[in-house]
């Protein structure tokens, strides 16, 4: 088996990976709070963690991958107070929570598989889990680290730090969090304004309420990962994964959470993937900078020259390390799909090479550089460096500058196979060359010129039609300034 290296952010070190049980690995990654259409901050950990799911099954591990969905309890602000994300976005379609939650699992899920990350092992709902949730509660309460206050359960955060160490992952102490949390008002049920909620009791307006025997309301918003990991993965295990976001109250919560609940601390690895920018500003909804993967795959948005294949942001997000941060701009993602496109040319060019009867190559030399740079904290830049040199060799072998015999042919067709599509996790995307498809481009040309029409007539009913179900059978129309373009979806 590989010696693989991963940076613990509990240690601030790489360490050598050691599962607690030979041959298994355990992981649990925070998922999405799903109130909305999934963005660039949802595809970085989902692929940063296939990365480490796909890298640790090749090699040779057993691997339970647990990734959840939040669909309760996580209120705006990530505070303990206001409205549940969920049922405001509820309020706001007039729909039920639950029906949000439908809609937008199900859209992070055709989000994910167009990404090609691998389905997690297990993929449990909060809401699902309140039972489970109320019994840790429970647990937390009677070892003493825990008080009620008019139906609601806090965390007793400084009792817990007077053994244990809350701030150990993020580093902070009590003393900073007096200095920079908000002070108690004199309303506030809390001791300290750090501790943290893990049962709410519903005020008349929550919609989303569950009965206990605290009162009529629902589970803190860290709970659930502390319970659900407990649940799936037992009360210690390898791998936990999120982004850099979370580490800091979320993580540090479910720290002091288990070891309150289960006297032990429950993870061995804390792994966390960096932040997005998107040219150089942070994404957000008020910087009119926030672009859904949808978008991404459409071209439909007004910062976007066009649009961008699932793959190409897969390859882009890969190209950067996970612990560094990526600044998406139209430049970088239109070098990307340059970059992953020489890669396949690459490995078409393999299939077309005829062996001699000696190699003038060094295979092992290749194969030795691609496992040290994964090995290394899934340094994944060095990786398709190394990958891309290696495509420089295979055309000077296409060239006949150099000879590979037919046993190293094939190594190297296997390795470059491997690397790709099952580490890496890219594919080839199918792009219908459209100056061979002379039909459908009459035809498609037709539609649209008549949708055209439609608009100038302002039919706007017949020219959303038209537009609309072509994107049923893939394909994406782009309005333009003298006309309109279109693309197959992939
Ligand atoms: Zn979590």
Redesign the pocket.
């Known amino acids: 088996m590989q010696d693989l290296y991963i940076y613990n952010s509990l240690s601030r070190k790489k360490e050598k990976f050691e599962p607690l049980i030979k041959g298994h690995v355990g992981m649990y990654v925070?998922?999405p709070t799903v109130y909305g259409e999934a963005h660039l901050g949802h595809a970085r950990p989902a692929i940063t963690f296939d990365l480490l799911f796909r890298y640790l099954k090749h090699i040779g591990y057993k691997v339970r991958y647990v990734r959840?969905i939040?669909d309760v309890g996580h209120l705006v602000n990530d505070a303990d107070e206001g409205e549940d994300k969920i049922a405001k976005k509820a309020k706001l379609e007039e729909l039920e929570p639950m029906e949000i939650v439908q809609r937008y699992t199900d859209s992070y899920h055709k989000n994910m598989e167009q990404l090609n990350t691998l389905t997690p092992s297990i993929e449990p709902r909060a809401s699902g889990h309140i039972i489970e949730q109320l019994q840790m509660v429970d647990d937390i309460f009677n070892n003493g680290y825990a008080y009620e206050k008019n139906g609601s359960v806090y965390f007793d955060v400084e009792k817990y730090n007077k053994k244990n160490n809350y701030g150990k992952l993020s580093g902070r102490n009590i003393d900073e969090l007096f200095n920079t949390t908000r002070q108690l008002d004199g309303q506030d049920e809390k001791k300290n304004s750090f501790d943290f909620a893990l049962w709410k009791k519903a005020k008349p307006e929550h919609i989303m309420r569950w009965p206990s025997k605290w009162s009529n309301g629902f589970p803190g918003w860290?709970l659930?990962?502390s319970t659900m990991s407990t649940k799936y993965l037992g009360k210690q295990f390898d791998i936990h994964g999120?982004g850099m976001d979370?580490l800091f109250p979320?993580?540090e919560c479910?720290i002091a959470q288990s070891k309150a609940a289960n006297g032990n601390e429950s993870v061995k690895y804390w792994m966390h993937n960096n932040m997005i920018t998107i040219n150089g500003q942070k994404m957000g909804k008020s910087l009119g900078n926030f672009i859904t993967l949808n978008e991404l795959f459409s071209g439909n948005h007004n910062l976007l020259e066009k649009s961008y294949s699932p793959m190409t942001i897969r390859f882009f997000i890969l190209q950067a390390h996970y612990r560094s941060t990526v600044d998406f701009s139209n430049k970088a993602l239109q070098a990307a799909e340059k970059g992953m496109e020489r890669l396949f040319n690459g490995i078409e060019t393999l299939k077309k090479i005829k062996p001699s009867d000696s190699s003038t190559i060094n295979i092992t030399d290749i194969k030795n550089k691609f496992y040290s740079a994964i090995n290394d904290d899934l340094n994944t830049p060095i990786l398709i460096s190394h990958m891309f040199d290696g495509v420089k060799i295979i055309n000077s072998i296409y060239a006949n500058k150099e000879q590979i015999s037919a046993n190293d042919l094939e190594l190297l067709k296997k390795l470059y196979k491997t690397f790709t599509f099952d580490i890496l996790g890219l594919k080839p995307e199918s792009k219908i060359d459209n100056s061979n498809n002379n039909v459908l481009n009459s035809v498609v040309d037709l539609l649209l010129n008549i949708r055209l029409k439609a608009k100038e007539n302002k039919d706007f009913a017949t020219s959303d039609k038209i537009r609309d179900e072509l994107n049923k059978i893939g394909i994406i129309v782009k309005d333009k300034k003298d006309g309109f373009d279109w693309e197959l979806k992939n």
């Open positions: 925070c998922g959840n939040t860290h659930e990962c999120g979370l979320h993580h479910e």
